[in-house]
Structures are given as C-alpha cells and as structure tokens.
C-alpha cells in the first residue's frame, strides 16, 4: 500500500533552516510529483511547490521561492523540503503529498516545525 | 477576491445530506477544471475524499463510501461535494482544491458539524 511518512517534529530558532523528509513506498516514486502543503495552526491548506522525483524538476509557489528548496534521494525513495529564514510565521504542521492528475491523493503524516527564540 | 471560496461552516443532520460548495472567483470557470476535495479531521492530515470534472469523469479515494459524491454548478460557477446520509464520523474540515496558474490553490475550508 502507499505510505508517506515523515521525518519528526522541529524546533528552530528564528533565522534556522528546516529540513524535513518524507520517504515513500508503495508505488513507483520516480513517476509522481511530491508537493509540499504546510498548515499554520488554527488556519487553512497552503501549497508551497512540487518536484518530479525522476528528473528533478521542480515549481514553487511565489511566495516561497527564493527560501524553499526541494530535494530527492531516489534511492531511497524519499523526498526533502528545507526551509530557510524561518520566522514564527512559519510554524506550522508540514505535510507530503503525493502529485496525481492535477491535484494529490496520498499524504504524509505531518511534521510540526515550530519556530521560537 | 480570493481564487476559492468556502463557506465556513455548515451543519446538518445525522441521516441528512449536506452539500458542501467551492466557489470559484469570477472569470475562472469552473466548467475547465479538475476539482479535489479533502476531508480534515482534527489533528490528523487531509485525507483524500474525491475529485470531478465530469459526471463521467469523477474519482474516489480508496476506501471512500458511495455517500460521497461531486459534481459542478455551473450557475453559480461552483465545484459541489455532497454527503449523504450524514453520520458522526462525517464530522471534519473539508478542502477543495484546484490547480490554476501553475499552482495548486486551496479554498479555505468549511468546517462540517454533525448534530
């Protein structure tokens, strides 16, 4: 069966970088994107980029570029986000999600990341 | 305007059918896109519910009931998930999503209560 499953919880300080990993099985990871989706607490889905595990290639939201990366380790079948910068709007649950025909199906199980001095 | 929009809450009825809706900001049609809908329960990542385009053309996630369905008001250039024979379980934050310019956009969510 698909499984998503992430890396644990983070606590970083204002101006850290995260990074978070999803590993997945189940299906071919080459074939379908990764997105990443983050949640502030109490609030709303936000999508922040996506990457094609096979090749490599990526889009990110507008309001990330520049501070949001996305890698892979395809022998591993896992996929990483970092995220740079990071400020106490960031805190927030970082979720994996698996790319299918315009839009995601299969989702990881969260990563809280919370920054705080 | 925001490119999604989602009541906010909604209740209804154990037994009863509640129709939860999507609307999308005007001069995007709806009649174009490929709809996602996720249900949230508190504490726990989206699941997956379905997606629709189409009456021919709709895909349920694994394990998701026949009590779930989409489909698409044109008039009110609107994605529309309906949920029949509400029960408890029922009871969640639900998403739509759509992919528009190159980006995945998310509606803000309703929040469905069961009582």
């Known amino acids: 069966q698909v499984q998503l499953v992430q890396s644990g919880a983070e606590v970083k300080k204002p101006g850290a970088s995260v990074k978070v990993s999803c590993k997945t099985s189940?299906?071919?990871?080459?074939?379908?994107?990764i997105n990443w989706v983050r949640q502030a607490p109490g609030l709303g889905l936000e999508w922040m980029g996506w990457m094609r595990p096979g090749n490599g290639n990526t889009g990110y939201a507008e309001k990330f570029q520049g501070r949001f990366s996305m890698t892979r380790d395809t022998s591993i079948s896992t996929a990483y986000m970092e995220l740079s910068s990071l400020g106490s709007e960031d805190t927030a649950v970082y979720y994996c999600?698996?790319?299918?025909?315009?839009?995601?199906?299969?989702w990881g199980q969260g990563t809280l990341v919370t920054v705080s001095s | 305007q925001a490119v999604l929009t989602q009541p906010s809450s909604l209740s209804a009825s154990p037994g009863a059918s509640a129709t939860l809706t999507c609307a999308l900001r005007?001069?995007?049609?709806?009649?174009?896109?490929?709809i996602y809908w996720y249900q949230q329960k508190s504490g726990r990542p989206p699941h997956y519910v379905l997606n629709y385009k189409s009456d021919s053309d709709e895909q349920k996630g694994s394990g998701v009931p026949s009590r779930f369905s989409g489909s698409k008001d044109t008039s009110a250039n609107a994605g529309i998930l309906v949920i029949s024979g509400l029960q408890s379980e029922d009871e969640a934050d639900y998403y739509c999503?759509?992919?528009?310019?190159?980006?995945?956009?998310f509606g803000g969510g309703t929040k469905l209560t069961v009582l």
């Open positions: 999503m759509i992919w528009h310019n190159d980006a995945y956009v």
């Open positions: 005007s001069g995007i049609n709806v009649g174009t896109y490929r």
């Open positions: 189940g299906y071919s990871f080459a074939d379908l994107d």
């Open positions: 999600t698996r790319g299918v025909e315009q839009g995601t199906d299969y």
